[in-house]
């Protein structure tokens, strides 16, 4: 027990490496990069802090070059899963029990370890295995990693200073307990950040959690864990179950000590898992808290005084680094007739000097997406385009996975509003732009707010304030995280803190003191130092 008042000062963002030639940083990622593709690994389930190797296992290969093979991983069953949690409930106990400041202790060193001895292994692990270029990886696994474990922790102290008022004779306080059971963490293949993120920002507020890393990022996600580990997690506070989606979560699900789901990943699948968890309400010891990012839709609206080259880089960033891989990644486009010919013309010549191929070469801009099922439901909508009467493919539109999961940058002009790429999501390398014509600009920001059902980012671009203004104010409920004059991705924890609404997720903005929020359960403790010793009061007595 601390008889002190610890404090942490607020933290500063990670810097982000640029990785550029003659940087001794690019070198030794280099070497990394080359030490990780020289050996297999075989990545066990971790759980309990022991290794469990199931004997049911699946090739992890590297995208960009699918016939290299990094290793193979376990995959879990229900065996497994109650193994984890029984862990979990024999681990939470004490995990809950300990100081904040000794939780803290773990996480801020994760970070230092992260931003330091570690830093090349995670980002060549995230490089190989996810198909991220230098940059893009160091902005994910390593930078904004860390800001979770660091600001995290800051904002748990935050939290924990909130008391309410105490008037004379009484003491009130808030206490900030973990919940009861387990955390569910379920986690993306794109962001090692998110994946990180997910399982230790609920066990930093003294919980413990089953993480069921995506099967396309298990190799990346496998160091992230061993790392949490050599920073000093205890045993079983968080439990690594590599797996199959239903192996895994429909045991999660029906175990009583469900406590919270910590979702991103498909819309589908997080409306399955609520539904599931709604069905099984009655056997819960609690209610469990769900939170979850989710599809999104993003868009790029132009005024016909928008900067054009600031809207050409902003269009060519958002819609093709990291493949369009991201739930933040511009899909849809509204520009005014006013400014098309110049904007599709200068879009057209820089997209045309993208460089695409393996991430190891630094040179490349653009590398292959993620796995077979994703190439294959990406160009599906490639090829509806080059189908269809009420669109053009302008830009791109080629593929070839014969070596990796390749698919070209692709522009589609599409002269409908509700053509098929307008309004379904594709998380792929495909921006569809309608354009309207000036004197519609009301009404094309209704259809820009009514087309799609997600809500997550969105970006408008004008010199003018007053359309500015305007396009804020409708798109108001349209995007969780708004962007003006600038591309609708790469949030920043602490700056822009992330999450959107509707069909988007609960928006529970990860990245701020309100996702670890709904981690926590308060317990209200009024304290009166003199106890009243008569039951009546004052009002009964008689005239």
Known sequence: MANAFFELREPDNEPVYSYAPGTPEREKLKEEI???KAQQIEIPAIIGGKEVKTGNTTDLVIPDNHDHKLGVTHLCGEKEVEMAIDAAMEAREEWAKMDWQDRVAIFKKAA????????????????LAQSKTAYQSEIDAVAELADFFRFNAYYLTQIYKDQPDSPKGMWNRSEYR???GFVFA???????????????APAICGNVALWKPATSSVYSNYFIMKLLQEAGLPDGVINFLPGNGADIGDPVLESEHLSG????????????????????IEMYNTYPRIVGETGGKDFIFAHNEADVDALVVAALRAAYEYQGQKCSAASRMYIPESLWDEFRDKFTAEVEKIKMGEAEDFSNFMTAVIDQGAFDSITEYIDFAHDADDADVLLGGDYDDSEGFFIEPT????????FKTMEEEIFGPVLTAYVYEDDKFDETLEL?????????????????????NKMADRLRQAAGNFYINDKPTA????????????????????GSAANLMRWISIRSIKETQEPPKDWTYPFMGEE
């Open 112 to 127: 230092e370890l992260l931003s330091g001895t570690w830093r090349y292994k995670i980002n060549a692990s995230t490089m």
């Open 178 to 180: 973990p919940l009861e």
């Open 411 to 418: 522009f589609v002009h599409a002269k409908d509003p509700h």
């Open 261 to 280: 789901l910590h979702f991103t990943g498909s819309t589908g699948t997080f409306q399955h898992l609520w539904k599931s968890i709604s069905d099984n």
């Open 34 to 36: 080359e030490r990780l």
């Open 491 to 510: 949030a920043v924890v602490n700056q822009q803190p992330f999450g959107g609404a509707r069909k988007s997720g609960t928006n529970d903005k990860a």
């Open 186 to 200: 379920v986690t993306p293949f794109n962001f090692t950040s998110i994946a990180g993120n997910l399982p230790s």
């Open 448 to 468: 820009c707010d009514n087309t799609s059902p997600y809500a997550l980012t969105g970006a408008i671009f004008s010199q003018n304030r007053y359309a500015l």
